[in-house]
């Protein structure tokens, strides 16, 4: 495996990583405070090392653009209060979600660094292939809060990667930590494993089967027919 340590952005939310590069060793302070430009907006977050290869899946979805300055006294102050933002906005949502009585439930939100945009994560609760309609929430949150608000649906995997957790084998899960993609497994994996397929053995915290059930699989050899006609 490679070693190599690299720089990168940790973003305010959900452990992602930013690789940074073109930088001068001199320039860079490890462990500083920043504010960057984002794919997504202006953001707060803190120049980290990290070992190459390990931490591609925490910044697919968000793209660094450039690193605008280290964070003031006033930027650490201001960063604190879209905590405390969060947490009003949180349940501010919620009596939304009741009050139209949507099927959905809510994973996770943040507020980006000038507070002008809001991202809120949800998954639906019902069983209706028919997705509901979000736009006269989106609307009356935006009024509410005062800033753009956008509702991103996850799936249970993207539900675990972006709040992270501990697997079955007692380490961080893959999917917030390196996996840069969910592995598509399947009920045979496991059973060519000589694994029962039981939720409490095979699925991890997303409720998914567990995408280690790939890592160690051997596609087994189709057996009667040119196997056999071999023999």
């Not at 070992?51 to 604190?80: F, I, M």
């Amino acid at each position: 495996m490679n070693d190599q340590k690299k720089l990168g952005i940790r973003l305010r939310k959900f452990n992602r990583i930013c690789p940074i590069t073109g930088y001068r060793e001199e320039s860079i302070k490890i462990g500083s405070p920043v504010i960057v430009q984002t794919d997504r907006g202006v953001e707060f977050g803190e120049i980290i090392s990290f070992t190459a290869g390990t931490s591609r899946a925490l910044s697919r979805d968000v793209r660094l653009k450039k690193v605008l300055r280290y964070a003031t006294p006033e930027d650490l102050e201001k960063e604190k209060q879209i905590q405390v933002k969060e947490g009003e906005a949180l349940q501010a949502t919620v009596q939304k979600i009741k009050e139209y009585e949507l099927p959905i439930k809510i994973i996770n939100l943040e507020y980006l660094f000038d507070d002008s945009r809001l991202i809120i994560y949800y998954r639906n609760k019902g069983n209706n292939d028919k997705p509901p309609v979000l736009r006269d929430l989106s609307r009356d949150l935006s009024v509410t809060l005062s800033a753009k608000v956008d509702l991103r649906q996850v799936s249970p995997r993207d539900d675990a990667r972006l709040l992270g957790g501990m697997g079955p084998c007692g380490r961080s899960l893959c999917c917030s930590v390196w996996l840069d993609k969910p592995k598509h497994v399947t009920v045979r994996m496991a059973k060519d494993q000589g694994l029962a397929i039981s939720p409490t053995k095979t699925s991890g915290v997303c409720g998914r089967l567990m995408c280690c059930l790939e890592y160690e699989y051997d596609k087994p050899i189709q057996r009667g027919g040119k196997e056999n006609a071999k023999n």
